[in-house]
């Protein structure tokens, strides 16, 4: 039986490293992968961010499942999550890896093209879907931008743009200023083309602080 802390209901930091302590290569490498999502995540993009086959990456979380390690929820997309108690200890065998950086890359990336993929629709008669997309990837959306923000700027004032109607119509209109604000003083270092994105969304529909 799972142990559980005095009082509570989620595992010690102790049985976690236990649990983890049990897992093979492939089992713990994807089960750090996976702290870098928030909310729920699907084996696909799961998938995509550890450069691995989607029907491995599903045997794999299937496998972290048994060990109460992730969660899985039933449906067509094979959606899980993770407990904080268990994120917290993962995030920082992450850290230690050579490569967490480029973990951390590819799934700001992922997030960023899933982002160009909903552009169309979302300008449309037909982004009910997409808008329910967005809103569970909201999360996720939000890590890849600020990670942007960290370390490579240029392409946000095209995401920001694709991301607006998601923004205007979910009411999430007081976190876009947030990060708008946090790159309108480098407006002038930019491109014409992202330079005039950047502002075009800077003025629309989005009120000062």
Excluded: K
């Excluded at 799972?2 to 897992?23: F, I, K, M």
């Excluded at 009910?128 to 890590?143: P, S």
């Excluded at 976190?175 to 604000?181: E, N």
């Excluded at 930019?190 to 003025?203: K, M, T, V």
């Amino acid at each position: 039986m799972r142990q559980t802390c005095p009082g509570g209901s989620r595992p010690c930091g102790a049985t976690v490293e236990w649990s983890v302590n049990l897992l093979d290569d492939g089992e713990r490498s994807l089960l750090e992968v996976a702290a870098v999502f928030r909310g729920r995540l699907d084996h696909r993009s799961r998938a995509q961010v550890a450069g691995l086959q989607e029907d491995t990456a599903l045997e794999l979380s299937e496998a972290l499942a048994r060990h109460s390690l992730i969660y899985m929820d039933s449906g067509p997309r094979s959606r899980s999550r993770m407990l904080d108690t268990i994120r917290v200890f993962i995030t920082e065998q992450l850290e230690a890896r050579p490569d967490a950086a480029q973990i951390r890359r590819r799934h700001a990336d992922y997030f960023r093209a899933l982002a160009e993929q909903a552009d169309p629709a979302l300008r449309g008669p037909g982004h009910g879907q997409w808008l329910e997309r967005l809103d569970a990837e909201a999360g996720n959306l939000a890590a890849s931008l600020w990670w942007y923000l960290g370390h490579d700027r240029g392409p946000l004032p095209h995401m920001f743009r694709v991301l607006w109607p998601f923004w205007f119509i979910r009411d999430h209109i007081t976190q876009a200023r947030a990060w708008i604000d946090e790159l309108l003083p480098m407006a002038g270092s930019l491109g014409p083309q992202a330079r005039a994105e950047l502002l075009w969304n800077s003025g629309r529909g989005l009120p000062s602080r």
